[in-house]
């Protein structure tokens, strides 16, 4: 499955309901999170539909050449966040927190994040 009929990301992915979209990749889109939780707060999106992080190792997987590690450094460059820092974090299923079931990474930004999360 590349698409997902019934997700809301594939659709963001799809084009076919709008998103403030800053960066895309061969593997991603990164868009602006409609509800910010910090002054920076994007999501990366994979392109393919993957329900989890747990589903995106595998055969049809990105590991290795996915280009994240690339992305992550070039957003901290366009957000000028490079020297402050920022964080990158991946909720996943129900103790993570997650609340769509589409791959996706926070990148989130611009002021001083506590450890460990609630
Ligand atoms: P999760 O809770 O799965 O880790 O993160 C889902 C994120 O997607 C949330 O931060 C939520 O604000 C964001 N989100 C959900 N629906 C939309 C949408 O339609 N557009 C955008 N830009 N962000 C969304
Ligand atoms: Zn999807």
């Not at 403030?20 to 999106?45: C, G, Q, S």
Request: aromatic share 8%.
């Amino acid at each position: 499955m590349v698409l997902k009929d019934d997700c809301i990301f594939c659709k963001i992915v799809n084009k076919g309901i709008p998103a403030d979209i800053v960066k895309e990749t061969d593997n991603f889109i990164v868009i602006k999170d409609i509800n910010p939780v910090a002054p920076v707060h994007l999501l990366i999106i994979s392109k393919r539909h993957y329900d989890s992080v747990l589903d995106a190792g595998g055969e049809n997987g990105l590991d290795g050449k996915s280009g994240i590690f690339r992305l992550l450094g070039e957003l901290a460059e366009d957000f000028k966040v490079a020297d402050n820092g920022f964080r990158a974090v991946i909720n996943t299923k129900e103790d993570g927190g997650q609340t769509v079931s589409h791959l996706h990474i926070h990148f989130i930004a611009g002021r001083r994040f506590g450890w460990p999360p609630g």
